[in-house]
């Protein structure tokens, strides 16, 4: 059901979060160039989970249209039913010989309701469907969206790792980087 898709993406987004922040505990215990760049996924990883919530929230508003549409669907299924009921009666009514007058005008009354609201209740739902899935869509347009900025400056951090290797006993340089990766973070915020 589509209730379990968003919890299951909800608990996808809350463990890459835990993820990002064992990872940034890992880089405390590195060089100072790790330290860095993981504490600035931490924040990425933050949004990215940021990013899910927002789809939830906006997946749970299309399935309110559709539960709307439901709704008034059934509604129309019970007027249906007490219509069905009352040509029941109505037909025993002729075969025992009893009054059916009020029977008639009571369902002729009940059938002009039937099919005026079933009329509405078309134009209703198509309404509500393109609106519901317009929604939908459009929510999974932005977090697609994000999740581009995400994953782009995502590589943008990692290209900020120093490459190279060392001879043996040889330090390491001093990182510099700090300045980059916190400008390459503000720009992704401001991406978004």
Not at 77 to 102: D, H, S, V
């Amino acid at each position: 059901e589509e209730k379990d898709v968003m919890k299951e993406l909800s608990r996808f987004a809350k463990e890459k979060v835990e993820a990002g922040k064992y990872m940034a505990v890992w880089g405390k215990t590195e060089h100072s160039d790790i330290e860095d760049i993981t504490e600035k996924y931490l924040v990425l990883f933050e949004q990215f989970a940021k990013f899910h919530s927002d789809l939830i929230e906006r997946y749970d508003c299309y399935r309110a249209k559709l539960k709307d549409m439901k709704s008034r669907e059934d509604g129309l299924y019970i007027l249906r039913k007490r219509l069905t009921e009352l040509q029941g009666k109505y037909k025993e009514a002729i075969k025992r010989q009893k009054p059916t007058e009020a029977l008639r005008a009571e369902l002729e009354s009940l059938d002009r309701d039937c099919n005026e609201s079933g009329a509405a209740y078309e134009g209703f739902k198509r309404a509500i469907f393109k609106e519901a899935m317009h929604m939908q869509f459009d929510a999974w347009m932005d977090f697609g969206r994000k999740i581009m900025v995400f994953a782009q400056f995502g590589k943008y951090l990692s290209d900020q790792i120093p490459q190279g290797s060392l001879a043996p006993g040889q330090p390491l340089p001093a990182y510099e980087g700090a300045p980059v990766t916190t400008r390459i973070v503000n720009d992704f915020l401001k991406a978004l």
